[in-house]
């Protein structure tokens, strides 16, 4: 079982909130909302997905539900090859799941994004790889360093307190002490309780940096790994939870 979640960005106030789920078994893609959606509806006036107009309804396709399909670029499009070289992933590797996990699904038409549910690697470590959050914030020498960063190479967590938007915002910087961007918010809540639990054992690396022309949003893709100690479960928080279960699936159509 592969398993996305969807967030939502609130224009005005910039705050996120994960509100649904997209799981995958192989054969069907089934989708939910979470109580993250019930709280951004109280709190920033959130509407319901067109696709997905009952918040209490679980919904299932065999084909990828439009609102996600449309995020991935056409297998079509000469620059595509490009894209998935950016995206660092394999070779016939380069299924749905795969590329939103990996990039995001980022548009500039709307206030969402796609991110994965962690598992366990090989070696039962907590592994996930991103991309750096607000690069279009920094000054041009970070963006300068970002360019003569190499693969491997170590950056590290830093805490932001004075951000305005989210005081628990985490720098990543480089050892010669450029800030390169910002850790992913919907892992940060995560990465505090890895850190809390074996600091030395939480690290990130670059895994690729991307020459311009690529945009600001896929220009450096990190990978974290962590220890992944017996009670740790990813995303335990309440808005990432489900907002039904053992219900009747209505499925929704595959059609846009």
């Known amino acids: 079982m592969k398993t996305l979640f969807l967030a939502w960005q609130d224009p005005k106030s910039r705050a996120w909130f994960p509100i649904g789920r997209l799981t995958f078994d192989g054969k069907k893609y089934q989708f939910v909302y979470t109580q993250g959606a019930v709280k951004a509806q109280a709190e920033h006036n959130f509407q319901l997905l067109y696709s997905f107009p009952d918040l209490n309804k679980e919904y299932a396709s065999v084909e990828l539900f439009p609102l996600f399909s449309n995020r991935l670029m056409r297998r079509s499009r000469p620059d595509y090859k490009n894209y998935i070289e950016s995206l660092n992933i394999s070779e016939g590797e380069d ?42 914030h920094l000054p041009t020498c970070a963006t300068e360093r970002i360019n003569q960063l190499q693969t491997g190479e170590v950056l590290y967590l830093a805490n932001e ?96």
């Open 95 to 136: 299924n749905s799941i795969s590329i939103l996990s990996r990039s995001g699904g980022r548009k500039v038409t709307d206030y969402f994004e796609v991110f994965p549910c962690p598992e366990p690697d090989e070696n039962g470590l907590y592994h996930i790889h991103f991309f750096a959050h607000g690069l279009r």
């Open 161 to 256: 307190f004075q951000n305005p938007y989210d005081p628990r915002a985490l720098l990543l910087c480089t050892e010669d002490h450029y800030i390169v961007g910002y850790c992913p918010r919907y892992i940060v809540d995560d990465v505090f309780k890895l850190k809390n639990k074996n600091p030395e054992l939480v690290k990130v690396h670059v895994e690729r940096v991307n020459p311009v022309p690529t945009a600001l949003q896929l220009r450096l893709l990190c990978n974290m790994t962590a220890e992944w100690h017996e009670d740790f479960r990813p995303f335990s928080s309440r808005e990432y939870q489900p907002l039904v279960a053992d219900i009747p699936i209505t499925y929704a159509s595959s059609e846009s």
